[in-house]
């Protein structure tokens, strides 16, 4: 980010100021130079997703599994969701090891999911697409969380399906047919 920002700062004004010469003088001046730091600053960000695509996996050796291992942990804890994030990001680190590469190629599947989408097929909140439902990876993440749903939360507080989440937090007008758990 901060490598873009700098080519932003700097290349741009740059470019600017130099169409503002006259034309004899930008002429001369060789157009491939104006452009090489915002270049090379957009080929790194778009480098290092390459080995995430699904037809990259190169499991081979152990270092290039190593380093796909801990892009896609990252990817799972680093999505800007907390929820998705921490959930996961736990689900990830505990399964990939025993992941061949099949179950790789669903796992980067489901990561290239949006993150409300996502969130709301995991929770029960939409049904998902077929596609979606039928990849191991998110039924085994899905299984997790309607588990942890089941063990933790009063049934009252969940949303009926195709209807959003009760939102907000009300402890203190909590009455005698207040549930004993959750949020409402």
Do not use: C
């Not at 700097?10 to 130099?18: A, D, E, G, H, Q």
């Not at 002429?27 to 778009?46: D, E, K, V």
């Not at 270092?63 to 990252?74: A, G």
């Not at 063990?151 to 007008?173: C, F, L, N, Y």
């Amino acid at each position: 980010m901060a490598n873009l920002r700098r080519a932003l700062l700097f290349t741009i004004p740059r470019i600017l100021n130099s169409s503002n010469r006259s034309s004899v003088a930008t002429s001369t001046l060789p157009s491939h130079n104006l452009y090489r730091p915002l270049a090379g600053t957009f080929s790194r960000f778009l480098s290092s997703n390459e080995a995430l695509s699904q037809n990259n996996i190169d499991l081979s050796n152990e270092e290039s599994k190593r380093r796909l291992f801990n892009r896609l942990i990252y990817r799972s804890k680093q999505r800007g969701y907390l929820e998705l994030d921490l959930v996961l990001g736990k689900w990830v680190e505990e399964h990939i090891q025993s992941m061949d590469e099949n179950g790789i190629k669903s796992l980067v599947h489901v990561l290239d999911l949006e993150n409300p989408d996502l969130w709301k097929w995991l929770t029960g909140q939409e049904q998902p697409p077929d596609a979606i439902s039928t990849n191991p990876v998110f039924s085994a993440v899905r299984e997790k969380v309607m588990n942890n749903l089941d063990k933790h939360a009063s049934p009252e507080t969940r949303a009926v399906p195709g209807k959003p989440w009760v939102r907000g937090w009300d402890d203190i007008k909590r009455g005698r047919d207040a549930p004993i758990a959750g949020n409402q």
